[in-house]
Structure formats: C-alpha cells, structure tokens
C-alpha cells in the first residue's frame, strides 16, 4: 500500500523556521521524483519544490527562492522541506508528491497545514 505521511507542520511566527518531512512506503522511492505542493485557503493548489529522483536537481517556486531547500534521504525514504524566514504568505496546507512521470506514477500525501502568524 502506497503511503505518503507528512509531518513537520504547525503553527510559526513570522520569521521562523519549519522543517516539513514526508516519509514514504509502499513504492520505489528512489526511483520518483519527489515533489512540495501547497495551496492557501481560496488559491489553487501550486508547486513549491521539486527534486530529482536521485537528489542531483533541484527546483523552487520564486515566491521561495533563497528560503526554503528541499532535500531527500533515498535510504530513509524520505524528504524534507526546510523552511526559513517564514512569511504570512507561506501559509497553506503542504502536499508531499511522488512522481515517475516516464510510467505514469503519482501519488500524493493528505495534506498538513502550515500557518505562519504572530
């Protein structure tokens, strides 16, 4: 059974730091791309971050850019989003994604809410 189990969120002053961890099971996962998805209350659902499936590349949004680094621990099974110097704005539910895009492969993690707030 395919699992993706977030953990890490809550709630963080402006200026914080978070670090996100998604622990997976039931697939290859060194063989998937692995993904940081968010979406605010009355926002569609957008990509944070995104690293390769064996950690060479990674990829960021601008809106965190210089803030947040993602990163993978293939032995662990998982991966992580660190986030730095937190804004209101990063508030969001935080979605972990697994992707094999040459078969077809997707699944995603139930979600874990971030709020940023003094």
């Avoid at 969120?9 to 996962?29: D, N």
């Amino acid at each position: 059974q395919v699992q993706l189990v977030e953990s890490g969120g809550g709630l963080v002053q402006p200026g914080g730091s978070l670090r996100l961890s998604c622990a997976a099971s039931g697939f290859t996962f060194s063989m998937y791309a692995m993904s940081w998805y968010r979406q605010a209350p009355g926002k569609e659902r957008e990509l944070v971050a995104t690293i390769t499936s064996r950690g060479f590349t990674t990829n960021y949004a601008d809106s965190v850019k210089g803030r947040f680094t993602i990163s993978r621990d293939n032995a662990k099974n998982t991966v992580y989003l660190q986030m730095n110097s937190l804004k209101p704005e990063d508030t969001a539910v935080y979605y972990c994604n697994a992707r094999w895009s040459e078969i077809g492969m997707d699944y995603w993690g139930k979600g874990m809410l971030v709020t940023v707030s003094s």
